[in-house]
């Protein structure tokens, strides 16, 4: 529905049409008493049923109730011709999205937009108020440069209430989409802290976390894959920030800050290297005293530039978006349920443990049917292509280089252009089996002679089970691992987070019922994501691992 110059609002006259939002079209309009320019937003391609029109109030309820100087400001909402509308203050300076195109913005430029949607967010979230679609799209500028949030079109009250989003299932955009919201599971306020913690990724490494992916490969991505730390897309990023962020985009709710303005503030504490505070600290972005409100100067909210507006609209337009807007929903139904129910791709190695020279089968499950791809062995990288079969299964022997070095090497199962699973590989020296002596006398003794001596090979020194112990894992002070009922030999020690093995370095136990040694965090370990120490002896045989901890700054 298309609303003509000139009409009347309540109070405001409707003067042009500026462009289009999530679920409508939106006009510029006046109210002149007051001297101040509003944006009128509409429902389009939607029918005015009842359930269309009880969400619209309800949504537009909860925004009202709002006053924050980081969030958008509603005047006025009602029903123009059975059609429910909705008054915000309009701001023409553009959107963050704008500022982001023109390339990565510096830390201090950075904290101060975090600090003010994050203020923004804490506010709504006190209330019970879920923006569910927090993107930089819809974070829009003051003249002073200060963060606003807009569109909260996709929030409802977390308390009292039973109606439904537009799709049923998930809200939101995929690249900024929390992987409960992926799942259709319960949305709260960590989805829109997820969200954060993605824009900052973006604002600092230039790229969101998972870029250049598809749409089903990137929604897959929330739910299943670790992104890249920051430092990796922008190297003058160190660990600190990497844990500040990786903790955001934490896959469990529960782990992630507690706040948006905790995040924001250890991330300013790593950032400019400054002590990380005891107590998070709310922080207002409120615009300065000759930029507030008044009659005579119009606060307001820019729009993307307007397509043409259309004289009238037919029937068969609106059916043909009521058409769209179904095939999307089922669309989005779809990619949730089969994210859901899609088992998790898995890889083994049979054996595990072998000698440079020897040949290993490689057990992939679960991967999508009749995939291409490849095998990568590194040290030296060697590739050796695959094709899994039509239940997305692979199994394929693959030869270790004689040359390979002895320890752990990684292998990588890639496929669409980007490496899904990893398994460690454990190369050992071959064992020399010694042949006992020649004696001076032609006749074997009568009494048994001792066995040939061979490479030692650890072992428990009593009946116990041998098992290692690892209370904690710092990123800068490093772990100790604690040996129970080894025997004597060397043990390859490596740390395993996110798939990916580290190696650590390697321990020579001593016999006795207990052996403990201190080892340095690997570099490429990221604090604040789980992790556990895996040992191995340097001559083949069974590995011990420890229990899961959370990595430690």
Not at 313 to 322: E, F, K, M, P, Q
């Amino acid at each position: 529905m298309s609303i003509a110059p000139g009409t009347r609002l309540g109070q405001y006259e409707v003067q042009d049409f500026i462009g289009q939002w999530a679920m409508g079209l939106v006009y510029r309009a006046y109210h002149a008493q007051l001297q101040r320019t509003g944006a009128v937003k509409v429902l389009q391609g939607i029918a005015p049923d009842a359930d269309s029109t009880a969400r619209f109030r309800h949504e537009a309820q909860a925004i009202a109730q709002m006053r924050h100087p980081n969030i958008v400001n509603v005047y006025d909402f009602g029903e123009h011709d059975g059609t429910p509308y909705m008054i915000i203050e309009y701001v023409p300076g553009g959107s963050l999205a704008n500022k982001l195109s023109q390339g990565p913005l510096d830390p201090a430029a950075s904290l101060k937009y975090l600090r003010g949607i994050a203020s923004g967010l804490d506010y709504a979230h006190g209330l019970g108020i879920v923006h569910r679609d927090v993107k930089p799209a819809n974070v829009l500028l003051e003249k002073d440069d200060t963060p606003v949030l807009a569109d909260f079109g996709l929030a409802k009250l977390l308390q009292g209430s039973s109606l439904k989003s537009m799709t049923g299932v998930t809200t939101g955009t995929p690249a900024y989409m929390a992987p409960e919201q992926v799942t259709g599971g319960k949305v709260g306020p960590a989805a829109d802290r997820y969200a954060l913690a993605t824009i900052a990724y973006e604002m600092l490494a230039g790229v969101i976390p998972f870029d250049g992916e598809g749409l089903m490969e990137l929604l897959y991505a929330h739910v299943h894959r670790e992104p890249a730390p920051p430092s990796a897309r922008n190297p003058s990023l160190g660990p600190r920030v990497d844990a500040v962020i990786m903790r955001g985009l934490a896959k469990d709710p529960a782990a992630r800050w507690d706040s948006c303005t905790a995040m924001v503030d250890a991330l300013g504490a790593a950032l400019t290297r400054r002590p990380e505070p005891a107590v998070a600290r709310t922080v207002v972005m409120a615009p300065t005293p000759s930029d507030t409100e008044s009659p005579s100067d119009p606060i307001a909210v820019a729009y993307p530039s307007p397509p043409p507006i259309p004289a009238t609209r037919s029937h068969r337009g609106r059916n043909a978006i009521l058409i769209a807007t179904a095939l999307i929903v089922l669309l989005v139904i779809g990619i949730a349920g089969y994210l859901a129910a899609r088992p998790m791709p898995i890889v083994s190695l049979s054996p595990s443990t072998v000698v440079a020279g020897d040949s290993v089968q490689l057990i992939a499950s679960n991967l999508p049917a009749n995939q291409n791809g490849e095998i990568r062995l590194h040290s030296d990288i060697q590739v050796f292509p695959f094709r899994a079969d039509s239940y997305g299964n692979v199994r394929q022997y693959i030869t270790v280089p004689r040359d390979a070095g002895i320890g752990g090497h990684t292998i990588q199962v890639c496929w669409a252009s980007s490496c899904h699973l990893t398994a460690v590989l454990q190369v050992i020296e071959p064992v020399a089996v010694a042949t006992p002596s020649p004696t001076g006398t032609a006749s074997p003794s009568t009494s048994p002679t001792s066995p040939p001596s061979a490479r030692s090979t650890p072992t428990p020194s009593s009946s116990s089970a041998p098992f290692i112990s690892v209370p904690e894992i710092s990123k800068t002070k490093g772990f100790v691992v604690g040996f129970h009922n080894f025997g004597a030999g060397t043990w390859v020690v490596d740390v395993i987070q996110s798939g990916r093995s580290f190696p650590a370095g390697t321990a020579t136990v001593t016999p006795g019922g207990f052996y403990s040694q201190s080892f340095s965090t690997p570099p490429l370990v990221v604090a604040l994501v789980d992790a556990y120490v895996i040992v191995c002896p340097n001559t083949g045989g069974s590995c011990e691992k420890s229990a899961t901890v959370r990595v430690g700054v």
